[in-house]
């Protein structure tokens, strides 16, 4: 069973910096690629940042250059750097694992974190 904790929300000022963290643990073959995605409210899940398994990076719009995706392959681990926080940054924040669990496995499967909260204040 696939397990993505996530840890690093909560209240900043604007103009403040947070750093997310997500591990994932359990039967897990192969990784595609793992991301961060948010949730305002009223509005849909949409992608942030991405990050595949040879390092290459996916951003939206909205964070480049302010939100940095990182990894630690060993550990399984995504990392969200954001600085330079605005107002339209406050939402839930999901981590994203596309991966196989077998080696036989045909396609990558996604699994979801549980979120983390971030709000911005101004």
């Known amino acids: 069973q696939v397990q993505l904790v996530e840890s690093g929300g909560g209240l900043v000022q604007a103009g403040g910096s947070l750093r997310l963290s997500c591990a994932a643990s359990g039967t897990i073959f192969a990784i595609n690629d793992m991301g961060w995605y948010r949730q305002a409210p009223g509005k849909q899940r949409e992608l942030v940042a991405t990050?595949?398994?040879?390092?290459?990076?996916n951003y939206a719009d909205s964070v480049k250059g302010r939100f940095t995706i990182s990894r630690d392959s060993a550990k399984k681990t995504v990392f969200l750097q954001m600085n330079s926080l605005k107002s339209d940054d406050t939402a839930v924040y999901y981590c994203n694992l596309r991966a196989t669990t077998t080696a036989w496995g045909i396609k990558f499967d996604d699994y979801w974190g549980q979120g983390t909260q971030v709000t911005v204040s101004s």
């Open positions: 990050i595949t398994n040879r390092g290459g990076t």
